[in-house]
């Protein structure tokens, strides 16, 4: 089974630039979420949907990320414009329902 | 606001020894708690546990869960150079309708050496 694909693997970028990340979760994965994890923390998240539509996006820095999961599938993650505080790791993870999430590699967000 | 302690941050342990990682929470509306083990960045699910004083097994590692004290343990067993890893605990509360808000702590660092 092909697990949760995220490109690119690592990013650098100059603050004030815009960044988009990609993910593409498991087959028949209803539920896809987008997590920030900042070195020596824990993921936090960011975003859930379900399908297409938005579940929780609370702590969502809106007035600078956005995300969109335009059919249900495929999801894009956007930065802009980028601080330095935005450097991370940007996990995506997918499940069929319920607690137990299938993490990507995630994308490494290094903003200088 | 929900809260998740895990200690201790780091430990460096030599392969054939035995470790127990710690994690205590604070949370409004207990669901379940979940253990994952994160190698370079995908974190891999463990367990998930949802009842007191029930061990959770698979292979050399165990976890347990006490919902009077709050806190949960990992075990591993015979530790092995490929249990070098994070080990992440989450709560994850009730909440929304189909919202699954999972809080993770900082994680334990796990070097083992041969």
């Known amino acids: 089974e092909a697990g949760v694909a995220q490109s690119p693997r690592y990013k650098i970028i100059e603050k004030r630039q815009s960044v988009a990340f990609w993910c593409n979760p498991i087959?028949?994965?209803?539920?896809l979420y987008w997590y920030q994890q900042i070195l020596g923390q824990g993921p936090k998240l960011l975003i859930q949907?379900?399908?297409?539509?938005?579940?929780?996006d609370s702590q969502l820095p809106k007035d600078r990320f956005s995300a969109e999961r335009l059919k249900g599938v495929d999801s894009t993650l956007k930065i802009q414009p980028a601080k330095l505080e935005d450097s991370a790791v940007y996990l995506c993870?997918?499940?069929?329902?319920?607690?137990?999430?299938?993490f990507g590699s995630g994308t490494q967000l290094s903003v200088l | 606001e929900d809260k998740v302690v895990q200690s201790p941050l780091s430990l460096v342990v030599h392969e054939g020894d035995t470790v127990t990682l710690n994690c205590s929470y604070e949370?409004?509306?207990?669901?379940?708690l979940l253990w994952y083990k994160q190698e370079k960045k995908a974190p891999t699910f463990l367990f998930m546990l949802t009842s007191s004083g029930i061990e959770k097994k698979s292979g050399r590692l165990s976890s347990i869960l006490d919902k009077k004290e709050l806190f949960s343990i990992l075990n591993i067993t015979a530790t092995q150079t490929g249990d070098s890893a994070v080990y992440l605990c989450?709560?994850?509360?009730?909440?929304?309708?189909?919202?699954?808000?999972?809080?993770f702590g900082k994680g334990t660092k796990l070097s083992v050496i041969p």
């Open positions: 989450a709560i994850l509360p009730y909440s929304g309708a189909g919202s699954y808000q999972l809080t």
């Open positions: 087959s028949g994965h209803a539920t």
């Open positions: 949370v409004t509306n207990f669901r379940s």
């Open positions: 993870a997918s499940s069929p329902g319920g607690e137990k999430l299938f």
């Open positions: 949907f379900q399908n297409n539509g938005v579940v929780d």
